[in-house]
């Protein structure tokens, strides 16, 4: 069936299976052009997959082409507002940002975030991939200014979830990761993130959940952004005594800044 050709397609997309995927995409658009029709919403899907099979191997030409297309076909048959359109104009602003193109790119994050907002949310990952998407725009045209609010509330729902009362050590440590390395180093807050990395070492070691090292990563860091390295030599020491092997090789690197910065105190 066509829906069976087309997640095939997908699976192919997915496993790198370039040829394949292009072969059976187009196919599948024949047919349902064919079909169903050209703008019929099975026969935009399949064009927006073929764009994005095309941007994955940087055919930035062809994918701009079948991208504009599929918007054209979805703001007609879906509305301007549908998560489908949302998606697409999403997808063709990380495209011009891929082609350094970030005049283009602004436009098309700042034209869908406020729907995005609106329709989907502020949980939504789309809506947050258009935040981020604005701010590599703005900071690639030298508008840090304009990024600046847009980072705060990205920040801000990153670290938010943390502040729940049932929050997991995995929760807790992407709070206070963000809050450590933020890219806007304004931003940072390490005091506030070594309180979160702390109760993410603790629910950690009392469940014995094998990702305490990771946890303990966090904590180092925070505590030398905190002014306390040999605290931070201490702690990173058992993340990488506890580390599987080979799953991060900068910790040791990290090991070595924390005791070069004990030795100057």
Not at 34 to 43: F, I, K, T, Y
Not at 131 to 160: D, I, K
Not at 257 to 262: D, K, N, R, S, V
Request: net charge negative; glycine share 8%.
């Amino acid at each position: 069936t066509l829906a069976s050709m087309g997640g095939l397609a997908n699976l192919y997309r997915d496993q790198s299976r370039d040829e394949e995927a292009e072969s059976l995409y187009l196919e599948t658009l024949a047919i349902q052009k064919r079909v169903l029709g050209d703008e019929h919403p099975n026969a935009i899907a399949t064009m927006h997959n073929l764009a994005i099979l095309y941007g994955y191997q940087g055919r930035n030409q062809e994918a701009e082409k079948l991208y504009l297309q599929t918007l054209t076909a979805q703001t007609r048959v879906l509305g301007e507002d549908h998560p489908n359109t949302l998606g697409t104009i999403t997808n063709l602003g990380n495209l011009y940002l891929s082609m350094k193109r970030f005049e283009d790119a602004a436009a098309k994050f700042e034209v869908s975030l406020p729907s995005k907002r609106r329709v989907l949310g502020l949980d939504h990952p789309w809506t947050s991939y258009a935040m981020e998407g604005l701010v590599t725009a703005y900071l690639e045209l030298g508008r840090a200014e304009a990024a600046l609010p847009l980072q705060r509330e990205l920040l801000g729902l990153q670290v938010a979830p943390g502040d729940a009362l049932d929050a997991d050590a995995s929760v807790l440590n992407g709070a206070a990761w963000a809050l450590l390395t933020v890219a806007n180093e304004s931003l940072r807050d390490p005091v506030r993130a070594l309180g979160f990395a702390k109760r993410a070492c603790t629910l950690a070691e009392e469940s014995g959940s094998p990702q305490l090292w990771a946890y303990l990563d966090t904590m180092a860091l925070a505590q030398h952004k905190t002014g306390d390295s040999q605290a931070a030599i201490e702690t990173q020491k058992r993340a990488i005594a506890r580390m599987p092997e080979g799953a991060d090789p900068d910790m040791a690197q990290r090991l070595a800044e924390y005791e070069a910065a004990g030795k100057k105190r």
